[in-house]
């Protein structure tokens, strides 16, 4: 979930103290471009209507993601029928649009009243006190931990203990596929279902990926002769970029091997990649360009994401996250499959394991009623509504299965991505301050091993730099 997707976006202005309510001026730092921009961006829906009903409390609910929004519609219209004294206006804005607008109605001091977090964005509004501690509002404490996939309410737990996030969804990584192209491979799904792989040799992932590339003449990479200067099609597809996460595109490997990317859980302090493990996966990862069995940085543009990939038959497989199944299912001339990540160095797949989450503004003057909001939007009611129309996965046991079963009902079978979590096989996103600074240090690095310039061994000085940041 690279910053090329609406998972993983990455904080632009530098973590500051922690503590203490936010100024003008310290949002406004680094954040000038963003707020120029914001005036009149996006797109507006009102939800059961234009307009309140007379002596109705009106509350505003952002989020981005258009693929969400009907989802979000039809559960929010249901709170409001069950509660009247209620008026929700819900925003949904273009990914760039919704972080410039938020940040530019924090300056203003006319935020929304709750609205979608993220992960790399939280901890900075946290240190800036924008965002609003949840325990003891309304309905929110009758909401425990355990009711959500587990992992999910820590990644919105802050270093001070408050939760400042009620996790609306999660996200996991797969493989995706075009069927009728493995057909004409003379492969099978099963083929793709209980791969491994290792750092060393790559295991039968690698065979798999030398299977599926072919160069100009025609010559596969698992055969003599197969020039990797000059490939056709690549065995795996990649994202126009990368980053210091790498959430679909090396992380999973990375953590395969059990590197983990800071000293804790959440809100570690010390990060990794000076590790051994990280250092065997990141060679392993980038060595498949001078294969030829991934492209060379700066092959394909932001115009030819994965799924394009896939569909001019430029690539064969592509390691994406579960928000895109829609997506992929939607591209024309693809019949979708969808396969687990290869078993690692541990006996099994690991993903990356990330979840969105309801935040609520500290400048809000509703705050209850927002609660009652997010704490609705939580519920089995709500849960059903949403997992039946859901481009994603729900954060309830109701709300996955839900969606599980709406997929099947089309015909598809996305237990590659819910069976992750249901057997505890994966490795949470990196919830850390810095986020910005970390980003402006490792993405050099990771563009320059991208680019066979450098290799694992080089990462350790950029790491050393990264540490610098927390002393």
């Not at 922690?18 to 310290?26: E, F, L, N, T, Y």
């Not at 909401?143 to 400042?164: H, I, K, M, N």
């Not at 320059?448 to 990264?466: H, K, L, P, S, T």
């Amino acid at each position: 979930m690279s910053i090329r997707n609406h998972r993983d976006p990455v904080s632009r202005t530098p973590s500051a103290a922690r503590g203490g309510a936010v100024s003008r001026r310290r949002l406004l730092q680094g954040s000038a471009a963003l707020a120029a921009g914001a005036a009149g961006a996006g797109t507006l829906t009102a939800c059961g209507g234009v307009a309140a009903p007379a002596g109705a409390t009106e509350i505003d609910y952002w989020l981005w993601d258009a693929n969400q929004l009907p989802a979000y519609s039809a559960a929010i219209d249901a709170f409001m029928a069950e509660n009247p004294d209620v008026f929700v206006r819900v925003t949904q804005l273009g990914w760039e649009d919704y972080w410039t607008k938020l940040t530019a109605s924090f300056v203003a001091e006319a935020g929304p009243d709750a609205f979608a977090d993220h992960l790399a964005r939280y901890p900075e509004f946290l240190e800036l006190g924008v965002i609003s501690p949840l325990d003891g509002i309304g309905p929110l404490d009758d909401l425990p931990a355990d009711r959500f996939q587990e992992g999910l309410q820590e990644l919105w737990t802050g270093p001070d203990g408050a939760r400042y996030g009620i996790p609306k969804d999660y996200d996991t990584i797969a493989v995706m596929y075009d069927l009728a192209m493995i057909e004409e491979e003379g492969l099978s799904p099963e083929d793709l279902a209980n791969l491994d792989w290792n750092p060393e040799d790559g295991g039968s992932f690698e065979q798999m990926l030398a299977r599926l590339s072919v160069d100009a003449n025609g010559v596969r990479g698992d055969q003599d002769g197969f020039d990797p200067a000059n490939v056709a099609r690549y065995g795996l597809a990649v994202a126009p970029g990368t980053d210091y996460v790498g959430q679909t595109t090396w992380g999973h490997f990375a953590l395969m091997t059990g590197w983990t990317f800071t000293d804790e859980e959440t809100w570690g302090t010390r990060f990794n990649y000076d590790d051994e493990r990280f250092v065997a996966a990141i060679d392993w990862y980038f060595g498949l360009v001078d294969k030829g069995f991934m492209a060379p940085f700066g092959t394909f543009g932001d115009s030819s994401p994965p799924q394009t990939q896939l569909q001019s038959g430029s690539s064969a497989l592509a390691t994406d996250g579960s928000w895109m199944i829609t997506t992929y299912n939607n591209v024309e001339g693809i019949d979708l499959g969808i396969a687990p990540l290869p078993a690692g160095p541990l006996g099994h797949p690991v993903s990356m394991f990330n979840g969105l989450g309801d935040s609520i503004s500290a400048q809000s003057e509703n705050k209850e009623e927002a609660a009652r909001l997010i704490a609705y939007l939580a519920s089995d009611e709500a849960q059903r509504i949403i997992g039946e129309r859901a481009p994603f996965f729900p954060s309830t046991d109701v709300g996955t299965q839900t969606a599980i079963d709406s997929y099947a009902a089309d015909g598809l079978d996305v237990t590659p991505f819910t069976d992750r979590v249901k057997n505890g096989e994966t490795g949470l996103y990196p919830l850390v301050e810095n986020s910005a600074s970390i980003m402006s240090i490792m993405q050099p690095a990771f563009d320059q091993c991208w680019m066979r310039r450098i290799d694992g061994a080089d990462f350790a000085a950029y790491n050393e730099r990264v540490n610098a940041l927390f002393e």
